[in-house]
């Protein structure tokens, strides 16, 4: 992303020229690195553990702990849940386990995290950009009245401890800097995919802090009536496939983007396409591909008629292996592709399919 301008971020004001800025004394009592675990149903977000590892990074500049905040319904879950975080980097564990936290309610869930800061004081609260974590990170945000930076690409921090939190502006064509100066916790929301899965130590364990909720069910409003879970919506799952076929302008019609399906059934993979696809209405928001959509890190990634600007290279680079489609030789996205091929996607696509077709057909008849 060093090719993306970047806005220029705040400067800590200092007392004089080269002095460190003199952080206010209550400061002191806020230290360690937390990231919230978001659990659905016993099942971790991988993006909390991605968090970890990029905690992992913030904490031991810090020279500080590297927490797991985990919230569950009963203490099986929890330990299951806490075990994850150690095995992925974390030294401690924050547990709350109570029945009313079964399933999330934004209440009851910002009842427990603002209890939990205000009585162990981290200086960095992390969250996953999902939906959960965007709803329970305004609110606790919120609550706390701090600041929150959201929808992160990227994560810093100075000797003095101040969290620099890089996201897209201005539609995805500038990056921008945020600090928070003058508030503790440091909060920050980030994308799925966009950190790297840390590695796994199996048998690492830490220290369990629990803490009780002090919440009744009469305390909390919204009730669970069902939960459906995403493998049985027909929302995209396009941040964890392993395969990922995506279309742009370059196919030139909606029905034509029907190629890209086709493909994309054949290989088991998902679909998605570039930002301009979406505004034409040719695909739904949820499939958009790149710094304002998606971010993806798949085996393989198939890009059929994309040009490949910046936007949608910072969305895609971290996939294995790149193959893109394009009829124009000096497209961009022949400059970060592993594979290119100049061809007019419309005509390769079809082939593509029935190659692959006739190739899995022939190894379900030798299996």
Not at 45 to 69: I, M, N, Q, T
Not at 112 to 131: F, Q, R, S, W
Request: aromatic letters at 6%; hydrophobic letters at 45%.
């Amino acid at each position: 992303m060093s090719d993306v301008p970047k806005a220029d971020a705040p400067k800590p004001a200092a007392g004089r020229a080269g002095t460190k800025r003199e952080l206010p004394e209550h400061f002191k009592a806020y230290r360690h690195v937390w990231v919230v675990i978001e659990c659905e149903h016993g099942i971790v977000h991988p993006v909390s553990l991605e968090l970890l590892g990029e905690g992992r990074k913030l904490a031991d500049k810090r020279g500080v702990e590297l927490a797991g905040v985990v919230l569950a319904g009963d203490p099986l879950t929890a330990a299951q849940v806490a075990a994850a975080a150690f095995e992925h980097g974390a030294d401690l564990a924050y547990v709350v386990t109570d029945p009313i936290l079964a399933h999330y309610r934004n209440e009851s869930y910002t009842r427990a995290m603002t209890d939990l800061v205000n009585t162990y004081k981290p200086e960095i609260l992390l969250l996953g950009a999902t939906n959960l974590g965007r709803d329970l990170a305004g609110s606790v945000a919120t609550t706390l009245l701090t600041g929150l930076t959201a929808d992160c690409t990227e994560l810093a921090i100075d000797d003095e401890g101040s969290l620099a939190a890089t996201r897209p502006t201005f539609g995805g064509s500038l990056l921008c800097t945020i600090m928070t100066l003058n508030y503790r916790p440091q909060m920050a929301t980030v994308r799925p995919r966009v950190m790297s899965l840390p590695e796994r130590t199996p048998g690492r364990w830490g220290r369990i802090v629990e803490h009780p909720l002090n919440l009744t069910e009469a305390d909390i409003i919204t009730k669970v009536l069902r939960f459906v879970a995403d493998r049985e919506s027909d929302k995209a799952q396009l941040a964890y496939a392993d395969i990922v076929v995506a279309g742009g302008l370059g196919l030139r019609s909606a029905e034509n983007f029907q190629l890209v399906r086709s493909l994309a059934e054949v290989l088991g993979a998902e679909y998605g396409g570039s930002r301009p696809l979406v505004q034409k209405g040719w695909i739904s928001a949820d499939r958009q591909i790149g710094q304002t959509g998606k971010t993806i890190r798949p085996k393989l990634y198939i890009a059929a008629g994309i040009s490949g600007a910046i936007q949608h290279r910072v969305g895609v680079e971290g996939a294995d292996t790149i193959v893109a489609i394009n009829t124009d030789p000096k497209a961009p996205i022949f400059e970060f592709a592993h594979l290119g091929v100049v061809a007019d996607a419309i005509e390769l696509l079809p082939a593509l399919t029935r190659a692959f077709r006739a190739h899995l057909s022939v190894n379900r008849l030798a299996g």
